[in-house]
């Protein structure tokens, strides 16, 4: 939906995006700047090296090993702009601090949000778009298939990351989280307490 605000008695209303609430990576693509042309120098160079480079380390392989660095370059321009990673590695700066820049600290605005069960978002995300069915089939059976193998790459994520940070930059912080089909996102999104707690 279009942004549409008003003032009305010191309230702003408006109609915010179905993903404004879950504010995972990939939707902050504006805060993720340094990480993204960083990753795009890493991917030229990996790619201009001499055949024989690229058997000895495959192209996979190569950018796997910079993604903590495209990460640090992430990190470096937060930490410039007042607005450090925490301990953990989570981007402290989000939607909704972004929101309390904006307004300040006289401006309390109330945040309504609806929630779906988690299995039942999951259920109408698989069926609603088609990628999951291309991908799985459109049936239950490649509907479990789904949901087990984004809880697996999530567990695997988990393995070596917080939770939190899992959550909030899932595919950013390995390759296996990057080439996981459409980065767990619909079973991310469903973690309602870890963007709850931001907002």
Sequence with gaps: ASPCSQAKQGKLVGEASAVTFHFVWVHQEQFNKPYVEAMGKFWRACNGRSDAEKRVLPHRDCMGRRMAEARAADEAMARRAGMA??????????????????????????????????????????YNYQHY??????????????????IVAFRRCESNFSTDLCALGFESLSREGEETFYHCDQLIKGMYATFMQRW
Excluded: C, K
């Design 85 to 126: 990673f925490g301990s953990d590695g989570v981007r402290t700066f989000s939607v909704p601090q972004l929101m309390r820049a904006a307004y300040g600290d006289g401006f309390f605005p109330a945040l309504m949000v609806v929630l779906r069960l988690p299995w039942r978002r999951l259920h109408a995300a698989f």
């Design 133 to 150: 069915g291309r991908r799985y089939g459109q049936h239950a059976d490649g509907e479990a298939q789904w949901a087990a193998d984004s």
